[in-house]
């Protein structure tokens, strides 16, 4: 990844369309999209603003495509982009953003700043302006195959242990089977449970699957830090395998930004329509749901409630799905403040989590969870997605708040009638 | 120039070069915004975008419970100053007149004791509104000199016409003159400011439901 001003220059120049022309020319600097973003409401830093962080982008707008710009450059006016702006821009739209998208619902204008953040990281990344964090996770994730270094012998490893466990035999390599799974790297370290889980549940509802020993990996640090090559090399490795295998679906895991990548952002990476279908696990369970196919054998009487990951409800649309599962199984689920759609970010999304320089800022705004926690007295939280599970846990900790962070799939899987 | 002259003027070539400048600015601009285009959506849809982006044109006029308890000054004074603006603008008896002329349409107009009224509250919640922007560290930081002049022009027709129908200090032509200069002074820098948020939130709300809805999310 060599990088220069220029590039960064011309990346933002390319990201420009007709909905952020409209957008930019459309923004009152009311101040609206600040009391939306965590980073602003726990912190209180008015260059934390949402809008703000767009504002690279913006002036390349202005300069390159408005009239009124344009003259001004020829006299040299108007506030230019520069090195030293990307340079000081680099916190705020990366360690002080998760690409959540609540800014984008409360705009009174209804401007998608998320969607202006994310095209303004294309500029940061080609100019040099990513953090450390977030480039190491990206070559890993082009050179080893996974932003954490994860190998196919440490997923087989993983493969092997729940086979053991379990008795189940894990699918590796099917071809013409329905589903091909993928995982994000955390599931495979940290959760291998879901594997566990997901077996379970398959076997349980009859549904045919597999893993693809070629492309298991679900994330993309290519969207995350903004470089829209790489995230195109890292979806077509999964469009690749799911040919070899023949399959008609791919499973998107338990990760939030998995899911926007493969399911949303990835044809338009790659720039051709799938010749599969992309489900999110929970849009498929809660299929199964539907047919009948999931069978509970008890119910829990605790007071759960859910956390929506951004990229999941808000920012891909999987907001039912998961309610309806939960009230399969549990007696006593409460909303959030603020749910759905409207949810607040755990904090550590969008690449945050990968960028150690925002690890003190992540856990700052996990007060934001903490009040929407402590204003429903829960005993337990359940979520879908294995980034925002690690942050939650890690933010409870810090706030010695203590409640299990469950996933739910996990949760389902242990409540299903045995066959 | 005497001041009939001078009515003549703003009311004849004065209002004419601004109505000019006006209608190719805004025209100018939303062909430079919709120029750009957009790329086709390659991901299959979950929910349609034409129908959520049309929803979304109106339904992003109404803040949800917990976005207004934390904005309310902020919403409370923008609705009554934009509502006040419409008012004024357009239900008073002789701006009706204007558009008659113009456009040859006209509507029922509201008693003058009524605009008078809402232009004093309207002009009331521009100085709070300006108040908070100097005040309040985020506006006060986002703001820039695009913020302060739209302002301004906002607020003069509203002073100059509140003037002139007290006819207070100068005679009655001199002051309606000064109003509708002012007016005109809105109406050149309306295309190159902020103000073409009256057009372009049309489209800004439209991408935005638009986005949302093809995901399957209502916004």
Known sequence: MSASFEKGYNALKEQVDAADASFFSSCVHCGMCAEACLFFTET???????INKTEPLRRVWKQEYTLLGRIGKIFGLGKKVTDEMLQQWETLVYDSCTLCGRCSMVCPVGNDIAGMIRKTREGMAAAGHAPAGLIGATKRAVTIGSPMGVKLPALQAQIAHVEKDTGMTIPVDVKGAD???????????????????????????????????????????GIQIGVSDIAAELVQRVVDAAAKLKVKNVISPECGHAYMAIRWDGPNLIGKAYDFKVVHILELLDDLRQQGRLKVSRRLSQRLTYHDPCQISRRGGVIDEPRNLINMFADNFTEMPDTGKMNWCCGAGGGVSSNERADEIRLQVFQRKKDQLDAIHVDGMISACSNCRIHLEDGLEEYHMDMPVLSLTETLAQNLEDH | MTETELLTWVRGPGFQIATIIFVLGILLRLAEILMLGRKPNLAEAKGSAMSSGLRTIFTRTIPDASTFRRSAFTITAGYIFHLGLFVVIFLYAPHILVFKDALNISWPALPSTVIDATTVITIIALIALLVHRLKDPVKRYLSNFDDYLVWFVTILPLVTGYIAFHRVGLPAPSLIAIHILSVELLMIVFPFTKLMHTFTLILARWYNGAISGYRGVQS
């Open chain 1, 179 to 221: 589903y091909m799974l993928l995982l994000s790297s955390m599931e495979i370290m940290n959760f291998p449970e879901f594997i566990e889980a997901v077996a379970k549940i398959f076997k349980h509802a009859s549904v045919s699957w597999t893993i693809s020993s070629e492309a298991f990996e679900a994330t993309n640090s």
């Open chain 1, 44 to 50: 209180g830093a008015p260059e934390r603003t949402p």
